[in-house]
Nanobody
């Protein structure tokens, strides 16, 4: 099965930017979703991109601030995060599935997560 690894998390000040990466052999054949889960909150789907890049979805909470894109040559999917706020603090996960417009948050394979902390 596909194994995914996230990296790029860390500590950033409010208003700052951070880029997360999702890596995995063969992930260029999958839609990739980004999720996050903060303590005491449910897991939230925040963005996804289909295998052909024709479907891109953003949750309202991150529209205008986050950008998802992929580099198939490197087999990476990125989540570029800007204007970060304390409420963005969470463990961020990538997952492989379809990014279907009918069901954008259904995925089969998951990474282990990377911590993003936004604090002054």
């Amino acid at each position: 099965q596909l194994q995914l690894v996230e990296f790029g998390g860390g500590l950033v000040q409010p208003g700052g930017s951070l880029r997360l990466s999702c890596a995995g052999s063969g992930l260029d054949y999958y839609g990739i979703g980004w999720f996050r889960q903060a303590p005491g909150k449910e897991r939230e789907g925040i963005s996804c991109i289909s295998s052909n890049d024709r479907s891109i979805v953003y949750a309202d909470s991150v529209k205008g601030r986050f950008t998802i894109f992929r580099d198939n040559a490197l087999k990476l999917v990125y989540l570029q995060m800007a204007s970060l706020q304390p409420e963005d603090t969470a463990v961020y996960y990538c997952a492989a599935g379809a990014c279907s417009y009918r069901d954008p948050w259904k995925y089969d394979f998951w990474g282990q997560g990377t911590q993003v902390t936004v604090s002054s």
